[in-house]
């Protein structure tokens, strides 16, 4: 489901993972290449209308795999190793953007942010498709770990370290 349908069906992930994302401006993107090893890679992420968007370079590896379907998973970056900030992770598959409004608005978002924006045609722009959502939290020596997913919707469990 786009940005916009998982923001209404799980706001206890998506307004953090949208916080996050919007203070960091960056994520690491994890995909699969053609012959099916991982790859990870930092990606800018921006909002753009309805959409969390993944703009990247003509022709970037992650960019391929992306058009050839690869699943992908966007993983925001610690500062360190402390992890005082939850982990927000979010999977899925990337949809292109051709549309020319729908390239416009990214271009908007991110000129807005950094007073840059590539021209056309010169990128590729995908919009995140979420099938699953996870937050993960060190925080007051307790492991918090809350899923979701449209099948099972919304669960948490804690461990408490010994």
């Given at each position: 489901?786009?940005?916009?349908?998982?923001?209404?069906?799980?706001?206890?992930?998506?307004?953090?993972?949208?916080?996050?994302?919007v203070r960091d401006e960056l994520?690491?993107?994890?995909?699969?290449?053609?012959?099916?090893w991982p790859r990870i890679s930092p990606c800018e992420v921006d909002f753009a209308g309805d959409d969390l968007v993944l703009g990247m370079m003509w022709?970037?590896?992650?960019?391929?795999?992306l058009r050839r379907g690869s699943p992908l998973l966007v993983h925001s970056?610690?500062?360190?190793?402390h992890a005082a900030r939850p982990d927000i992770k979010l999977s899925g598959r990337g949809?292109?953007?051709?549309?020319?409004a729908g390239r416009r608005a990214f271009q908007?978002?991110?000129?807005?942010?950094?007073?840059w924006a590539p021209d056309?045609?010169?990128?590729?722009?995908?919009?995140l498709d979420v099938e699953r959502a996870a937050v993960l939290s060190f925080a007051d020596e307790r492991e918090t770990v809350t899923?979701?997913?449209?099948?099972?919707?919304?669960?948490?469990?804690?461990?408490v370290e010994e």
């Amino acid at each position: 489901m786009r940005w916009s349908e998982f923001t209404a069906a799980c706001p206890e992930i998506a307004t953090p993972a949208r916080e996050r994302f919007v203070r960091d401006e960056l994520a690491l993107l994890g995909t699969v290449t053609r012959d099916g090893w991982p790859r990870i890679s930092p990606c800018e992420v921006d909002f753009a209308g309805d959409d969390l968007v993944l703009g990247m370079m003509w022709r970037s590896p992650k960019a391929l795999d992306l058009r050839r379907g690869s699943p992908l998973l966007v993983h925001s970056v610690q500062p360190d190793r402390h992890a005082a900030r939850p982990d927000i992770k979010l999977s899925g598959r990337g949809l292109e953007i051709t549309d020319p409004a729908g390239r416009r608005a990214f271009q908007e978002a991110i000129r807005a942010r950094i007073e840059w924006a590539p021209d056309e045609p010169s990128f590729h722009l995908f919009a995140l498709d979420v099938e699953r959502a996870a937050v993960l939290s060190f925080a007051d020596e307790r492991e918090t770990v809350t899923l979701w997913d449209p099948d099972r919707g919304l669960r948490s469990r804690t461990k408490v370290e010994e």
